[in-house]
């Protein structure tokens, strides 16, 4: 990968500048920041405002990274729009990568549609990122930092938390998670105090029902919601995007009332995280002897470990699971944080993504190299050999997991939806 600034710097100038017509709220992180984003833009959404939301990578079809109003772009929408940034790219050789085109792209749809707000999450890093081509956004969020990319981001969190807080920018607010390791908060603090960045530090809501969350702002102000979205990492996710937007009402930019605050929590979706896929509502799934399967795109320590925290939650006599692996990741230490002696493992390859040729997936017998020899650990050469061996095993006091890449979910929406 080619990193740098200067060739989309380029191509938005060559498209005009969109960005500089639209609010942006710019949300990096390793974990955490695909949910924060689709709070935000819900509850936005729900405030009355056309909203544009930016996520990569795509899930299951390239145009999914590009939403406005809470739908994914048509195809010949984000066609076109592809195909006018890649003449331009072309024409005037500008180099710009495909991720950069993805960008630009994006920018040229939510001008087109002048939408009053955009969401735009990250691709990798933050400082470097094409996203951080954008040079005034309205509020940036820093949510959970741990160790990913580390060959490319940094070999510490401390490096990886100073590339994410590359997107701070003077004058601008900033909304920051608290973070496992102390190291990285006084990283992404001291960064904002260098950059002269306002910033408020998120206070974790607490769950006072199943799905029904409270948050203290402050003494004087809280707001209860509900959420959909499982694990009780989003207890966290959920009030880093309540914090954004209230910050975002005391300063005048949005009109936010508890109400549809709560409404829109409430309605938000995040496909792919902690995601029950079941019988009576994918009936495809019972051609695999499975009345349920949780799906999880966890591919990184931090992500593995509330994976396990939330199967454990389930207090499942053991566990099924289905994995795959973008090539590169840590193999070893997430089958150690994510397997009891007593699970089976069906090691899966995942199909190669459209218009991403620099991901590849790690060979299913190597995955099972990686797994201790006293846990049952099989190689499969596609998805479909692993769910009906999965519906083979899966007891009814058992679950079956997918995890390992989002790659691998996608594959499993497109197999069984």
Not at 124 to 147: E, F, S
């Amino acid at each position: 990968m080619n990193f740098g600034l200067e060739r989309i710097h380029n191509l938005l100038e060559v498209l005009g500048r969109p960005d500089e017509r639209m609010c942006i709220v710019h949300v990096a992180g390793t974990n955490g920041k695909g949910s924060v984003c689709a709070y935000i833009s819900t509850v936005l959404f729900n405030c009355g405002y056309t909203v544009g939301r930016f996520n990569s990578p795509h899930l299951i079809e390239p145009r999914d990274s590009i939403i406005v109003n809470n739908q994914a772009v048509t195809q010949q929408v984000y066609d076109d729009a592809l195909s006018h940034v890649a003449h331009l790219n072309k024409t005037l050789a500008i180099g710009a990568s495909s991720f950069e085109c993805l960008v630009g792209a994006s920018f040229y749809i939510f001008d087109n549609a002048k939408l009053d707000f955009v969401v735009l999450e990250v691709g990798l890093g933050g400082l470097l990122d094409a996203t951080n081509a954008i040079r005034h956004p309205k509020m940036t969020v820093i949510t959970a930092i741990g160790l990913d990319h580390a060959n490319i981001l940094g070999h510490t969190v401390e490096e990886i938390a100073t590339a994410k807080a590359g997107i701070m920018k003077p004058d601008c607010p900033v909304v920051i998670m608290p973070q496992d390791k102390p190291s990285v908060l006084d990283t992404l603090v001291r960064h904002a105090e260098k950059t002269k960045s306002p910033y408020r530090l998120v206070t974790s809501s607490e769950f006072i029902e199943p799905g029904l969350c409270k948050l203290d702002i402050d003494e004087n102000k809280q707001y209860t919601y509900p959420i959909q979205l499982c694990g009780d990492y989003q207890r966290m996710n959920s009030a880093t995007a309540v914090t954004a937007l209230d910050w975002l009402n005391d300063l005048g930019v949005i009109k936010l009332t508890p109400d549809i605050l709560a409404k829109g929590m409430g309605q938000t979706r995040w496909p792919g995280r902690l995601d029950w896929v079941k019988v009576d509502e994918t009936p495809k799934l019972a051609k695999y002897g499975l009345n349920r399967l949780l799906v999880d795109g966890a591919h990184n320590p931090p992500a593995s470990l509330a994976l396990r925290a939330y199967v454990d939650s389930l207090e499942t006599k053991r566990v099924i699971w289905i994995i795959g692996t973008t090539a590169g990741k840590d193999i070893s230490e997430m089958m150690q944080q994510l397997l009891h002696a007593e699970d089976v493992v069906f090691a899966v390859p995942f199909s190669q993504p459209d218009g991403m040729s620099w991901i590849s997936c790690t060979d299913p017998n190597e995955i099972t190299q990686h797994i201790d020899t006293q846990i049952q650990a099989v190689p499969c050469k596609n998805l479909e050999e692993a769910l009906v061996k999965a519906g083979t095993v899966c007891g009814e006091d058992e679950v079956t997991v997918l995890c390992g890449s989002l790659y691998l979910v996608a594959d499993l929406y497109r197999t069984v939806g």
